[in-house]
Structure formats: C-alpha cells, structure tokens
C-alpha cells in the first residue's frame, strides 16, 4: 500500500487555519458538520446562508456567527462551498465570486463542479477539496466521539505554494486525520464517488433492495417480512462488513447464509450488471451524466422530482414507515 499521500493528525498543523476565517456556506448535511467540528478544533468560523433560511436558528443556537452568502465569502480567509452541487454556480457566479481575494483558499467537499468546469475559479487563489468520505451527520457525530470520518484531500490550484499544508488542516480540523486523509485528484474523487454513490451505495443498493422485496411479496410472503429481511437487516450486514471487510462478515453469518452467499450472489450480480456498471462509469468519465444531470438543473429539475414522488409511494415506504414508529430509538428525521 502506498504511504506517501495517506495523512494522520500527525502530519496537519492546525495552527495554518490560525488567524484565519474559515467561512462555511451551507448549513446542510455537510455544513453543520464542517462549522461545528472547525469550531470545536479552535478555529474562527462563520457560516454563510440565505437571509431566509431555516437554519439560521440552529447554527445561531450552535454559537456560530451566521452572515449572508456574499458577506461570508468575502469575510472568509478559506471559503468552504457545502451548497448543492447544482446550485454552486449560479451561487458562485451572483454571490460569492467577487468576495474571493487573490490569496484566499476556496474549498470544496466534492469535485463535480470543478473537474466539469463549472465554476472557473480565478488565477491567484488556491484551490482544494476535502471530501469525508461518509454523510454529514457522521461526520460530526464521529468527531464528537473522539473518532474521525476518513477524508479525501486534493489540490487543484497552489497559488500561494502552501495549499497542501491548508487544505490538510482543515481535513484535520474536521476529524478526517483521526481516521486517514487521503490525497487525490478532484478528477479521480469526482468520477470514483459518482460510481460509488450510482452503482454501489445509494443506485445498486436501493434497487437490490426493492428487487428483493417485491420478490417476496409477489410471492405472496408477508411483506413485514420482506421488509426485515431484504431492508433491515442489510444495517447489520453493512456494519459487519464496515468493520471486518467481506471475509469477516462471512464469517458471522450461518455456514448455510454463507454458502448461498457464495452460489447465488453472483447470479443477482452477473455478467449483464457489471456491463451496466461499466456503461455507468464510461458515460461519468466522458461528461455525459454531468451534461444530464446540468439540463435536467436547467429545464427546472421537473423529472427528478416526479421520480422523488413516485419512489416515495413505493410499498417498501409505507411498510417501513409503519414499522419503525414501533422502534423508538431510530432516529427516523430526515
Ligand atoms: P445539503 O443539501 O444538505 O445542504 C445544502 C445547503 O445549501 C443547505 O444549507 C441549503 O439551505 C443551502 N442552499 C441550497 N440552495 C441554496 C442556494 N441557492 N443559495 C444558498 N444556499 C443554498 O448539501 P450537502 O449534502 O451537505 O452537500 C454539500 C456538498 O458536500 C456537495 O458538494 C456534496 O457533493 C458534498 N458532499 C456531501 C456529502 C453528503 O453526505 N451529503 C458527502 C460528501 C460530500
Ligand atoms: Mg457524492
Ligand atoms: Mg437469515
């Protein structure tokens, strides 16, 4: 394994965000996270939100010092970019573009809207990413456990020559050096987590589980049991592989469970879904899914929400929705 571009806690030196003002903008799944970790890890921050926006009150209740958009980009030292990503360049280009100063690190958590050329940022500024490479809300609930959401870093403009050694700070400053900080390239974190987050996490695994589930039902089974079998449970077997890897998985499941793991699973995944994995990553790296995804932004995102609707009514919602409420201790927002 290589060791010369993985960074722990060790290798950051906080005290290059010292003197500094980190605005966050954005105070959403990865804004809290990043405002509330920088503070506790003693750095100066300001978050940057719409005058309008419902969060004001809880990043105010936090402590935080809340400043519109435009106020906070040209307060920052280090601008920190947690809009939606197909909202960053109209944000970019009304609110934030004219408070970069030459000197100042603009930050990203993902590299879509760099690598696909969105946002052009100007020369005389440094460029970065830190992207945890896990949810918000795990970002800060690690870091309050003393524990640490691995992270990505990358630099894509050094105009001051010390880039590196910012961006590795605020990766640090989060709680990604408690876990590791990787460095890569805003092309390689931008193509491997649209795969990742189309064919494995949120795409392949949502459809696994509907396509398990109404399986059974159409068999005929109690769906309250294709529910626990195909959705719950895939929890606890996503923990175990967290923290054992696939092998250490196998290795707490029946001899039965394992040998049918080990016979059946590549039937569900066989020759034709790695070639529909393939065509996926094919149509990420040549820019046809950022084109897609950019128009259907344009046309006013009317399919993505008939799509939103629609999956919303699925039986597999309903089912679960009722049989959550009798497990309290989910924390069952969103
Ligand atoms: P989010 O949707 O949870 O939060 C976005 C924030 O931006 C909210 O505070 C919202 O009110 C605000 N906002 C929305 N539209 C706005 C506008 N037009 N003007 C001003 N403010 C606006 O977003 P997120 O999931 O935290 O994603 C932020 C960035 O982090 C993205 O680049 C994303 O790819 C990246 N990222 C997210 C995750 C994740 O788990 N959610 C993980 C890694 C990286
Ligand atoms: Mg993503
Ligand atoms: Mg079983």
Avoid at 89 to 99: H, L
Avoid at 123 to 130: A, E, L, S, T
Wanted: with cysteine; charged share 25%.
């Amino acid at each position: 394994m290589r060791t010369d571009d993985i960074f722990y806690d060790k290798d950051a030196d906080l005290s290059k965000l010292q003197g500094k003002t980190v605005a966050v903008l954005g105070y959403g799944s990865q804004g809290h996270a990043h405002a509330l970790n920088l503070k506790d890890s003693g750095v100066d921050v300001v978050v940057g939100l719409r005058p309008d926006s419902a969060s004001r009150a809880k990043a105010e209740a936090a402590g935080l010092e809340v400043l519109e958009i435009a106020d906070a980009a040209s307060r920052g030292d280090v601008v920190m970019v947690l809009l939606p990503d197909e909202k960053q360049a109209e944000v970019w280009e009304a609110e934030i573009a004219d408070g970069i100063a030459p000197g100042s690190l603009l930050l990203f958590a993902h590299g879509f809207t760099i690598h696909f050329e969105q946002i052009l940022p100007p020369p005389g500024v440094d460029v970065g990413m830190v992207a945890p490479k896990g949810p918000g809300h795990l970002v800060r609930r690690q870091y309050e456990e003393g524990r640490g959401v691995p992270c990505l870093m990358a630099v894509h403009q050094d105009a001051s020559g010390d880039a590196h050694d910012l961006v590795l700070a605020y990766a640090a400053g989060i709680g990604g050096g408690r876990a590791a900080i990787i460095e890569t390239t805003f092309k390689d974190e931008c193509e491997t987590d649209l795969f990742g987050e189309q064919a494995v996490l949120c795409g392949g695994a949502s459809e696994l589980v509907r396509a398990g589930f109404e399986t059974l039902v159409e068999a005929g089974y109690d769906p309250r049991l294709a529910y626990f079998e195909c959705l719950h449970e895939l929890k606890l077997i996503a923990d175990l592989m967290y923290e054992k890897g696939i092998q250490g998985m196998r290795y707490s499941i029946s001899n039965t469970a394992e040998y049918g793991d080990m016979t059946r699973g590549k039937r569900v995944i066989g020759k034709e879904s790695r070639a529909a994995m393939k065509q996926i990553l094919d149509q990420i790296q040549s820019g046809e899914f950022a084109k897609e995804w950019i128009a259907e932004n344009r046309a006013g995102g009317e399919s993505f929400d008939r799509m939103r609707e629609e999956a919303s009514g699925h039986q597999v919602e309903e089912i679960g929705g009722e049989l959550r409420k009798t497990m309290p201790w989910l924390d069952t927002d969103f």
